[in-house]
């Protein structure tokens, strides 16, 4: 392991392929230093540590990495939509670390495709949970990710019709299109349009769901799709 003189970067050799790799964005030192040996601990792999997500693209130069830790408070001059869209844009998922009262920074680092949100005050072994729950593409649904929304007025949520949330509850829990269509007794083109739409009606009010994924943490964000304490769809 190798420090910057500033102590910002971190880049670790000799790793093995099959590690969850993550990365640390937070303007304080202590922080990145006590996650990346947490995360050392649990066997994750530690590609960099960083102070803002610039200094990350940097540090990366072009790597991919799994997991991007991201406070959410960085002494830089972007917006937290800015932050999290530049790092989804490494191809890592996004978890929000940070203060848990701050459900408006919250709030919007899930409109712009966080993961998922733990908060600072969580225990390491939650936080190392967290990590491998998002690197595996699990929807983190928490107590921090409910509150962040249903404080939150202005989260818009898709004005879905009625077969509309029916073809997305099915399709989000994991049937596929086909079978989507088949137990809604549909054909599958009309089933894709269906989808098609849902995914209009959350662009349209700033929540892009373009994966399966996405549509799964829209269901569950919007109500239409409950997820159990294991990550599981009930």
Known sequence: MHDDSDGATTD?????SSAVQVAI???????RLGIRTACIEAGYEVVAACASVSELWVALAGRSCDV?????????????TENVQHARSMGAAVLVHSIADRVGLVREALAAGAAGVIPKSAA??????????????????????????DADREFGKAQLAQRERDVLHLYASGLPLSQVALKLN???????EYLDRIRAK???????A???V??????VEDGILAIDEHGHVE
């Open 210 to 212: 373009r994966s399966k």
């Open 68 to 80: 991007i830790v991201l406070d959410l408070s960085l002494g830089d001059d972007f917006t937290v």
């Open 186 to 192: 549909i054909k599958v083109s009309t089933a894709k």
């Open 202 to 208: 959350y662009v349209e009010v700033g929540r892009p």
């Open 25 to 31: 964005v937070d303007d304080h030192e202590s922080v």
């Open 124 to 149: 390491t072994s939650a936080v190392m949970a967290a990590i491998a729950a998002v690197a595996r593409g699990d929807v983190l649904n928490n107590l921090e990710w409910a509150s962040a929304i």
């Open 214 to 219: 996405e549509l799964l943490r829209r269901a």
């Open 12 to 16: 670790v050799t000799g790793r093995h």
